[in-house]
């Protein structure tokens, strides 16, 4: 049992660096703000891919 809340705490600290890295992305490099940055972020790692918030600059 704690080998499996070792892997779950693992885990769900590695994806929440993936989404702490894209919103601080989408911060710096497209000047957004974090509510965006954070919805962009999400609905591109679970792959909705629903429609950008904000125009992007490149």
């Not at 769900?12 to 497209?30: H, R």
């Not at 509510?35 to 999400?42: E, I, K, L, N």
């Amino acid at each position: 049992m704690k080998e499996l809340r070792r892997r779950f705490i693992v885990s769900a600290a590695m994806i929440g660096f993936v989404i702490l890295f894209g919103m601080v992305g989408y911060v710096a490099i497209e000047g957004w703000n974090v509510w965006d940055s954070f919805y962009m972020t999400v609905i591109t790692l679970t792959t909705v891919g629903y429609r950008e918030i904000h125009d992007m600059s490149f």
